[in-house]
């Protein structure tokens, strides 16, 4: 049997109602996938992945945007237009061999300025060999 449950965008904080099974437990709503979940179209067989693609203001045939907004603490731009058409992912709690899988984000690499450190030499003089 099949229940609407309500989200919201992580990134504009529209609401939106998914028709989907209760024996579905939800882990989180993220507005980046989370490594290794896969994740299936809200019009497809959502229920053997390990989530839902979804993107804010389109209307699948589980899925209705309602003209509400949520208030919560986390939203991006709660400021922004509603719905803002940004992808957010809605992830299933996932296990694996009998051991729940903590949801990680995916990495971000950042490139430091080469040529090495710029700061002092560090200590000096007789005791310290210079």
Known sequence: ???????????????????????????????????????????????TADGIRLVCGEDADRVRWTEQRSDADDVEDPAADAPCGSELYLSFVRYVDGEEVEPRPEP?????????????????GPRFGR
């Open 1 to 47: 049997m099949s229940y609407p449950v309500s989200y919201y965008c992580p990134h504009c904080g529209t609401v939106a109602e998914i028709e989907r099974e209760g024996y579905l437990a939800d882990k989180s709503v993220t507005p980046y996938p989370l490594v290794g979940w896969e994740y299936a179209d809200p019009d497809g067989d959502f229920e």
């Open 108 to 124: 971000t690499y950042t490139e430091i300025a080469g040529g090495g450190p710029s700061g002092p030499d560090g200590p000096s």
